[in-house]
């Protein structure tokens, strides 16, 4: 029992930093977005990312031969991992950081129904309660607390592109639960960034080909570089260490924390606070949250 706890515990610490880490790639990616294709920017990403989780796992002993078997797993989850990430590049070259991060807020709501669709996960009332109120968060700030463009349905280009990554980034939390057969997390999460970085390169070869990469300014080469090590490699392997750990409704949950923290990096490279009224919005997220990590 105490070792039981102490394992949803770390799952939960995991998921913590998880969001942290992860609102960075919105204030970073949101900079360079319209400066390097997403597919150039996220092959040379999780190429690195590989190289680097490869060193660690080969430093801990390498790569088991049983962890071989079936390999199309891992061309399943790259591959859903792929899709999300070049779609969030991509949206955010029109929606606004803080926005985008209110997009992916939606994805516990959706993971919970894959949940429930792949492994028969029920979600209860006060859970079903929580992701409303999460939701309705989520739409308050991405229609920028605007009720005449709710009454509109007025959303950005830049929106709609991200949400559908966020489909693919929904179903990614209850598949690893579903493809992993006793792998390590950091193995298979090494596995899985690999198949990821060659869908990826695959995907973008010609705008890797057209990027010229010696007149890429310094942000970028930043931006590549912390969504390389701190949101690719790093995260994938807490989302993955926390999956096999807490329910998919409970993993996704910490999303809610993703707009503040992007409020905070936003404020930390001097961009403007947003208006009081999205303000609101962002707690009815934080609320979510509270009310979903309640046993």
């Not at 859903?80 to 709501?109: D, I, R």
């Not at 005449?148 to 693919?168: H, K, N, P, Q, T």
């Not at 010609?206 to 930043?222: C, E, K, N, Q, S």
């Not at 807490?246 to 923290?261: E, G, I, N």
């Amino acid at each position: 029992m105490r070792e039981a706890i102490g394992s949803t515990r770390e799952g939960h610490l995991a998921m913590l930093a998880f969001s942290g880490l992860v609102a960075g790639s919105f204030s970073l990616g949101g900079q360079v977005a319209a400066e390097i294709a997403p597919t150039a920017l996220n092959a040379v990403r999780f190429g690195i990312a590989a190289v680097i989780m490869g060193a660690v796992v080969w430093a801990r002993g390498g790569v088991a031969r049983e962890a071989l078997h079936a390999p199309w797993r891992y061309l399943v989850l790259g591959g859903l991992f792929a899709v999300y990430f070049v779609l969030m590049f991509e949206g955010l070259k029109t929606a606004p950081p803080v926005s985008a991060a209110a997009v992916f807020t939606l994805t516990p709501l959706m993971s919970a129904l894959f949940g429930w669709v792949v492994l028969r996960q029920v979600v209860g009332g006060r859970i079903a309660m929580a992701l409303l109120v999460g939701g309705v968060g989520a739409a308050w700030v991405i229609f920028r607390a605007d009720l005449s463009a709710v009454l509109a349905f007025e959303i950005g280009r830049g929106e709609v592109i991200y949400f559908v990554g966020c489909i693919a980034h929904a179903l990614y939390t209850p598949m690893v639960r579903v493809l992993n057969r006793g792998e390590s997390a950091l193995v298979f999460s090494f596995l899985t960034l690999l198949a990821c970085a060659g869908t990826i390169a695959i995907w973008g070869a010609g705008d890797m080909v057209a990027t010229d990469w010696g007149a890429l300014r310094p942000m970028v080469w930043i931006a590549i570089a912390y969504t390389a090590v701190f949101a690719s490699a790093l995260t994938v392997f807490l989302i993955q260490f926390a999956s096999l750990r807490l329910p998919s409704s409970k993993v996704m949950a910490y999303t809610y924390l993703t707009p503040s923290w992007v409020i905070l990096w936003e404020i930390a490279l001097g961009q403007p606070v947003p208006a009081v009224l999205v303000l609101g919005g962002v707690g009815l997220t934080v609320l979510a949250l509270g009310m979903l990590l309640k046993d």
